[in-house]
C-alpha cells in the first residue's frame, strides 16, 4: 500500500515542481533551485511516514463480511485482558489487537462491543499519548454509518493511519510497528477461527494467500528495527508462521489453512495473555 501510494503521488508531485520552476525567471537563484530539489528529495519519507504500510485488519475482516461468514461471539480478545498491559511493547501490541477486534465488531454491527472496545483502546492510547486519536468523535461517525460497510472501512483505516502516524513521526517506530503485527496476527487470528471448519469457507483461502503478501511485507519493514529488543521479540514469535508459509506456493491445501490457523493460534495466545 505504502509503496503504491508514493509511486502514484511522487511523479506527480515531481512534475509540479517541474512546472513551477520552468515558470519562473530564468534568473532565479540557483540556492532556490537547489531548496526545490532538496524538498522533493524529502517527500518519500513524509509520505512513508504517514501511510500504514498493511491492509488494515477492516479490510480483512470487510472480506469476511462480503463471504458472508457469521459473526462468532467470544472470538475477540476480551476488554479485560487490557488491564494486564503494563508495558509500551505489550500496550502497542495489544492496541494493534484490540483495533482489529474494533473492526470485527464494527463491521458485523455489534454496538455494545463496539462501545466496550472503543473504552478499552481509548485506555491503552491514552497510555500512549494518542489520547486526540480515539476521541468521542469517532464512535459518533462509526454510529452514523453502521448501515454503509464501505465508509465504516474509511473511518476505520483512517484512524489505523492516524495512530501508524503519530507514533512514527514521534521517534517512536518500533511501537508502530508493534501496533501494526498486533493488528495483522488479530485479523489472521478472527480469519482463521470464524468457524470450527474454516477451511471448508469458500474464499478463506484467497484471504489467506492474500495475507502472505502483507506478512512478507511486514518482516521486511521490521529489518531496520531488528536490534530493537521489543521488535526483534515479536519478530521471533512468528518464526512458526514464517515456516508455514514459506511451504506453500500460489494455492492452500486444507493441511495448509489449519496449520496456519495452529500457528497462527499459538502466536495470538502468546501476546493476549
Known amino acids: 500500500m505504502k509503496k503504491i501510494f508514493a509511486g502514484f503521488i511522487l511523479p506527480l508531485l515531481i512534475i509540479s515542481f517541474t512546472c513551477l520552476s520552468s515558470c519562473k525567471d530564468r534568473s532565479a537563484s540557483k540556492q532556490k533551485k537547489n531548496e526545490e530539489k532538496e524538498l522533493v528529495k524529502q517527500i518519500p519519507g513524509q509520505i512513508e ?5 498493511l491492509p488494515t485488519s477492516a479490510e480483512v475482516i470487510k472480506m469476511l463480511t462480503d463471504l458472508e461468514v457469521g459473526y462468532i461471539i467470544g472470538i475477540s480478545n476480551p476488554v479485560a485482558n487490557s488491564k494486564k498491559y503494563f508495558i509500551s511493547s505489550t500496550r502497542a501490541i495489544n492496541l494493534g489487537v484490540f483495533g482489529a477486534d474494533l473492526s470485527y465488531a464494527t463491521l458485523y454491527n455489534q454496538q455494545q462491543s463496539v462501545i466496550d472496545y472503543l473504552d478499552v483502546i481509548r485506555s491503552l492510547s491514552n497510555e500512549l499519548n494518542m489520547s486526540k486519536i480515539y476521541n468521542e468523535d469517532m464512535y459518533t461517525k462509526i454510529k452514523q454509518n453502521f448501515d454503509n460497510k464501505d465508509e465504516l472501512v474509511k473511518i476505520l483505516k483512517g484512524t489505523f493511519n492516524d495512530t501508524y502516524a503519530y507514533l512514527s513521526d514521534n521517534d517512536q517506530q518500533p511501537l508502530a510497528l508493534l501496533v501494526v503485527g498486533g493488528a495483522w496476527v488479530e485479523g489472521m487470528y478472527l480469519t482463521t477461527h470464524v468457524s470450527e471448519a474454516a477451511y471448508q469457507i469458500a474464499g478463506i483461502s ?4 492474500e495475507q502472505k503478501k502483507s506478512f512478507d511485507l511486514f518482516l521486511d519493514i ?3 528495527y531488528l536490534n530493537d529488543p521489543q521488535v526483534g521479540d515479536f519478530v521471533k514469535r512468528l518464526d512458526p508462521v514464517k515456516k508455514v508459509y514459506e511451504g506453500i506456493g500460489t494455492s492452500l491445501t486444507d493441511k495448509n489453512i489449519q496449520d496456519i490457523t495452529k500457528v497462527i493460534g499459538d502466536v495470538r495466545d502468546q501476546i493476549v495473555q
Not at 511516514?49 to 504500510?53: D, K, L, M, R
Open 49 to 53: 511516514s504517514h501511510v500504514y504500510p
Open 206 to 209: 484467497k484471504v489467506l494467500l
Open 222 to 224: 521490521t529489518k531496520p
